[in-house]
């Protein structure tokens, strides 16, 4: 029997209510309401379990986490665990004061979501006024002297901004500035139309990124997050199917990544009735797509597979209606021509506002 190595990153979505609309959010389309959510003691039972199976590190996330007004006893159960311990956030409503209670608590890091350097077009992405918030918050978490990131996801409406995102970063004290490539779950893929660059527009982007790595080295760490649909490459999605990270959802079902709450039929299970271990490492849900025996041809013969594990199931459902399929991305997927398509027929960056689909709240 193959032994099913720990996971080591929790990505614990404390809520998916969010002051804003984000046009790219990778949430379920099927919000969890504010009713649903685990409280803090049983967030403190997750991370005492998710320590006990061998986490050391977990992103609190959402949504927006700050929403929470029991965040700093949620930071705090997981700092008791020795969890370290990261805020995802949009900064809205991190005062100076909010910040003090969770450093004290524990907090280590934030990671700052950003749209756009120009404030305008920040606030058209996000489908609200928040740009002067954000620049508050930044300013607030390397007052206090924490590690601060921003995270900007890329798509035709920024990418060519990626000069000025980076001068953000270094104007607002960013240590890391993550450039992630829309991945195309959710709110993403219901605005995919609007969403998706051009090849040219990557391959000038990449040029910039490389300038600035260069310039930067040592000063600004820039973590590029591939576009697939564009290299025709698949990435190694989490590292692979329950092998390293798990996601908790706000109501407290565990999934192996946080867009598998889209497939059908994957009956994730909940902390309110297994325990952690089970989940991971008996639960059906968790060994659905683990290793590689559930793959066909091409994966199943190819090289690659003990690199990529046969790409995105998240992906290959939402392209084919098959979870199991080849990650269509992959140039060796019998399905690449409908990926090909799509990137054939992106046009370059709009001369016009483009209009999005804004992520709505749950009941």
Not at 214 to 223: I, K
Not at 337 to 344: A, E, F, T, Y
Request: glycine share 8%; proline share 7%.
């Amino acid at each position: 029997m193959t032994t099913i190595a720990p996971p080591w990153a929790l990505l614990a979505e404390l809520s998916h209510g969010c002051p804003l609309r984000c046009a790219y959010c990778s949430n379920p389309v099927e919000l969890i309401g504010r009713s649903d959510e685990l409280t803090a003691d049983e967030w403190a039972d997750v991370f005492a379990q998710a320590a006990d199976l061998g986490v050391v590190q977990s992103h609190l996330s959402g949504g927006e986490p700050l929403l929470r007004r029991d965040l700093p006893a949620i930071v705090a159960a997981a700092d008791r665990a020795a969890i370290h311990t990261q805020l995802v956030t949009s900064g809205v409503g991190l005062s100076e004061r909010r910040l003090a209670g969770l450093v004290g608590a524990g907090l280590r890091s934030v990671q700052l979501s950003v749209q756009h350097a120009d404030p305008a077009a920040s606030e058209h992405i996000a489908g609200a006024r928040s740009f002067a918030a954000k620049e508050r918050a930044a300013r607030v978490v390397t007052a206090a002297g924490l590690p601060l990131g921003l995270n900007v996801v890329l798509h035709r409406g920024n990418l060519d901004a990626l000069d000025a995102l980076v001068a953000l970063a270094l104007d607002w004290g960013a240590s890391r500035i993550e450039l992630a490539n829309t991945q195309f779950y959710g709110w993403a893929l219901l605005n995919r139309d609007a969403l998706l660059p051009s090849r040219e527009q990557i391959a000038a982007a990449r040029d910039r990124l490389d300038h600035w790595r260069t310039r930067l080295a040592g000063r600004l760490e820039l973590v590029w997050v591939v576009p697939d649909y564009v290299d025709a490459v698949a990435k190694p999605c989490m590292g692979g199917w329950g092998a390293l990270s798990l996601t908790v959802a706000p109501d407290g079902r565990v999934h192996p990544c946080p867009a598998s709450a889209a497939l059908p039929g994957l009956e994730a299970p909940s902390v309110r009735e297994h325990s952690l271990e089970w989940i991971w490492r008996d639960s059906p849900a968790f060994n659905l797509y683990r290793g590689e025996s559930w793959m066909s041809d091409p994966c199943r013969s190819c090289e690659l597979r003990t690199r990529d594990f046969g790409g995105c199931r998240c992906q290959a459902y939402a392209l084919t209606g098959d979870a199991a399929r080849t990650d269509p991305v992959c140039s060796r997927s019998p399905d690449h021509p409908l990926v090909r398509s799509l990137v054939d027929s992106a046009p370059a960056a709009p001369a016009t506002v483009p209009e999005y689909a804004y992520r709505q709240e749950g009941p």
